[in-house]
C-alpha cells in the first residue's frame, strides 16, 4: 500500500529489465491494483529520469530520450550496459 493524492493505492513492484536506445538496465516499476479511475497503471520513473534527459514534445505526440554522460554519479546507473547494437534473443 502507498499514499496517493487520491487516498491509499495497492501496487506490485519488480525490477524490470529495460533498454532503451542501446542502453540496458534494472528499473523498478510499481502496477498498480487500485483503481484510480483513470489509465495510469504502470508507475515508474526512479531508474530511468536519472539516466536519460528525457524531453517531452505534446505536439508531436513523441518522448525523446538522450542518455546522460554524467549518469554514472547516479547509484542506479552503475549497473547499466551499453551495447553495441542491441542483444538478439
Do not use: H
Amino acid at each position: 500500500m502507498a499514499e496517493a493524492i487520491g487516498g491509499r493505492v495497492e501496487y506490485v513492484l519488480r525490477n524490470v529489465e529495460m533498454t532503451i536506445d542501446e542502453y540496458s538496465f534494472l528499473a523498478p516499476v510499481a502496477w498498480l491494483q487500485t483503481g484510480t479511475g483513470g489509465e495510469q497503471l504502470l508507475l515508474g520513473r526512479e531508474v530511468v529520469f536519472d539516466k536519460f534527459d528525457i524531453e517531452f514534445r505534446q505536439a508531436d505526440e513523441k518522448i525523446l530520450f538522450k542518455w546522460r554522460e554524467d549518469c554514472l554519479q547516479f547509484p542506479s546507473c552503475q549497473q547499466s550496459k551499453r551495447f553495441d547494437r542491441l542483444p538478439t534473443e
